[in-house]
């Protein structure tokens, strides 16, 4: 596990996860969120996140924390580059909760957590099978089995 991509639902617990596994792995972590959106959320345009993507991947370790839902139109670059790709897919209920105290968010967000597992999932499990057809992919459905991967990892030293 040297690079790896952690997937989701808005309100899922990605960077959560992304923060452990990196305290885990000792690899650096990136919210793609941050480099993503601009002041006054404001989406990147598409080349440049491209290159932005690009430039990121060459490192020789990471985890890239982040679903950018519908904004993001090639995660394919960092799909392709990926040995590990970690999907959280949590209940709707569950993420609208986590989203709620973490502050207010814009319509569309809410539409693409609540059409998440109809509309996205499938896509990023297509994705993944295109891009990353040799990583190891975890599809991790509630916060146990979060807890469960990580002790796991935590007990073998990965």
């Known amino acids: 596990m040297r690079r790896v991509v952690i997937l989701g639902r808005g309100g899922a617990g990605k960077s959560v996860l992304a923060r452990q596994l990196g305290e885990v792995t000792g690899l650096p972590v990136v919210e793609l969120d941050t480099l993503f959106w601009q002041p006054g ?7 440049r996140w491209a290159a932005c993507q690009r430039e990121l991947v060459q490192r020789d370790a990471w985890i890239l924390d982040g679903d950018l839902g519908p904004y993001d139109s090639d995660p394919q670059i960092r799909l392709r580059a990926a040995d590990t790709v970690i999907v959280l897919d949590f209940a709707f209920l569950r993420c609208a909760w986590r989203t709620i105290r973490q502050g207010r968010e814009r319509g569309d967000y809410w539409r693409w957590i609540w059409a998440y597992r109809r509309r996205s999932l499938p896509a ?3 994705a993944i ?3 990353a057809p040799d990583a190891e992919v975890h599809l991790l459905r509630s916060p146990r089995t979060v807890r469960r991967f990580v002790a796991r990892l935590r007990r073998t030293g990965t």
């Open 129 to 131: 099978s295109a891009a």
């Open 41 to 47: 959320l404001v989406a990147t345009d598409p080349a």
């Open 124 to 126: 990023v499990m297509q």
